[in-house]
């Protein structure tokens, strides 16, 4: 049974951070209210759906989803804020095809930047150079759960903003994740200390 309550949020109820694990979200400041979600898109989108849910006004909240992602291409590393995010497990054209608009690419607010990075969502953890490459065509990174994050998010009119640390270059190396994680965690919460 899922219970959450933004009234236990001690700085401000109009925030929501979600993460996927517990590892990733090791130092976001205490006194925000944290979502742990489990990993994929699924439990990504449900959890943060029912979390929005119990909030009184949800479309004055700004979710916050923080987590590692694989670089699809070259010199990617540090932390970056996504600006379109796109579901790559879907076949948008084939369901276009029907009259349904999949709504498999979705626009954030602009990070600043003045360009948009693409983070490609889906529930393969990919560790295949051959498919990083097909996903590099299209996007910049790729995790598991930002897009349905930002999906729920839309649903309730509340704001999101994504925040990725790249542990990996979505190929063997993604393998290591438990011994680099602490790295990107430590990145994300200061980011997060800077942001709220």
Do not use: C
């Not at 209210?33 to 909030?55: R, Y």
């Amino acid at each position: 049974m899922f219970s959450w309550t933004f009234a236990s949020a001690a700085r401000d109820a109009r925030i929501l951070v979600v993460a996927a694990t517990q590892v990733e979200a090791a130092h976001v400041p205490g006194d925000l209210p944290l979502l742990v979600t489990g990993i994929g898109k699924t439990p990504a989108a449900a959890l943060t759906a029912a979390a929005l849910a119990t909030h009184p006004a949800p479309e004055t909240v700004t979710v916050f989803n923080i987590g590692t992602a694989g670089a699809l291409r070259p010199g990617l590393h540090g932390l970056h804020e996504p600006t379109v995010v796109v579901n790559h497990d879907m076949d948008g054209d084939a369901v276009r095809a029907l009259g349904y608009d999949p709504e498999e690419r979705l626009h954030l607010a602009p990070a600043g930047d003045g360009g948009d990075l693409v983070l490609a969502t889906g529930d393969l953890f990919v560790t295949d150079p051959e498919r990083r490459d097909q996903l590099a065509l299209g996007a910049h990174l790729v995790d598991m759960e930002g897009y349905s994050v930002a999906w729920a998010a839309r649903q309730f009119g509340a704001r999101v903003r994504l925040a990725k640390h790249v542990s990996d270059k979505a190929d063997a190396s993604a393998l290591d994740w438990n011994a680099v994680v602490d790295r990107s965690a430590r990145a994300l919460g200061e980011w997060l200390a800077d942001q709220v």
